[in-house]
Nanobody, 124 residues
Framework: QVQLAESGGGLVQPGGSLRVSCTTS????????MGWFRQAPGKEREVVAA????????YYADSVKGRFTISRDNAKNTVSLHMNSLKLEDTAVYYC?????????????????WGQGTQVTVSS
């Protein structure tokens, strides 16, 4: 079992920056692909970014490419999402997720473990 806990959400103005982080605990000695998803009110959950263990294989949704960066600190069992040039449409609950294995997947159904989510609100 793996437990995930997100932190760092909040309110930010358009064009601003924010970092959300996720700390894993439990069976962290296994290889996990880590992903960030988000869900806005009335919308389906969507993938934002994902990374393999070493960070050599990453995925970004087109809507965040060039603005968001996923990074992992495996020594601290932490994965972060650095968000720049935030837009109103980035407002959502952001979830951290983990899946066993090496393959970077973009479907939420492929992920085994989930955090509770953290709210990110972009508003002037």
């Amino acid at each position: 079992q793996v437990q995930l806990a997100e932190s760092g959400g909040g309110l930010v103005q358009p064009g601003g920056s924010l970092r959300v982080s996720c700390t894993t605990s439990g069976r962290t000695n296994s290889n996990y692909v880590m992903g960030w998803f988000r869900q806005a009110p009335g919308k389906e959950r969507e993938v934002v970014a994902a990374s393999n263990l070493s960070g050599t294989n990453t995925y970004y949704a087109d809507s965040v490419k060039g603005r968001f960066t996923i990074s992992r600190d495996n020594a601290k069992n932490t994965v972060s999402l650095h968000m720049n040039s935030l837009k109103l449409e980035d407002t959502a609950v952001y979830y951290c997720a983990a899946r066993s294995g090496f393959r970077v997947e973009t479907e939420s159904s492929e992920y085994d473990y989930w955090g509770q989510g953290t709210q990110v609100t972009v508003s002037s």
